[in-house]
């Protein structure tokens, strides 16, 4: 079971540890502007449903995946990467190879009436070594796609803080947010 609340939110903070809930991961949330590129025709090539087996492999043993502790956001919802959630993406045409089969990216949009559409990253899925490249691929993305924000809840982690300042993302909230899980005792 899993549990998302904002980091201001003392009462359910300690609702959640009375509950023996754990605090797994802790978000927050950036955005930028859509990137315009040109020549972006072959960094993003569209998910074909008969490949989402591939696609799941590749997410699933991704090693920035483990940045968010093994889960993808599905609108304040936390999961492991499965087939059925891949195959929607794939559906709705909201899934992509990044540079080949070097990467894969499923993205959902958010309607702000103050501030638009912002187009969200589900989860990054590439090596760590190029995560700065993805970054950056993404914002074109979102350009391509004829929106002008990216964004993503992102892992709090040492390592990815200044690859995000690096590659224009900015804190879009002063709060973060934590990820409290609980193991149900029959598993």
Not at 169 to 183: G, I, N, P, S, T
């Amino acid at each position: 079971m899993r549990l998302a609340t904002a980091s201001h939110r003392y009462p359910v903070h300690h609702l959640c540890e009375r509950l023996e809930f754990v605090k797994a991961c802790e978000f927050i949330p950036y955005v930028a502007s859509a990137l315009e590129r040109p020549d972006d025709h072959g960094i993003y090539q569209p998910v074909r449903l008969p490949e989402v087996p591939e696609a799941l492999s590749v997410v699933s043993h991704s090693p920035s995946l483990a940045l968010s502790h093994g889960l993808m956001e599905l609108d304040w919802h936390w999961a492991p990467p499965r087939q059925e959630y891949l195959a929607e993406a794939v559906s709705d045409e909201k899934a992509w190879w990044w540079r080949g089969h070097d990467g894969m990216i499923t993205i959902r949009l958010e309607d702000d009436e103050a501030r638009g559409t912002t187009v969200l990253m589900q989860f990054a899925a590439c090596p760590l070594e190029n995560l700065a490249d993805y970054l950056m691929d993404f914002r074109r993305l979102v350009a391509w796609l004829g929106y002008e924000r990216a964004g993503w809840m992102a892992p709090l982690h040492p390592d990815l803080l200044p690859i995000l300042e690096a590659t224009g993302f900015q804190r879009d909230w002063e709060h973060a947010m934590y990820l409290y899980e609980k193991v149900h005792p029959g598993l």
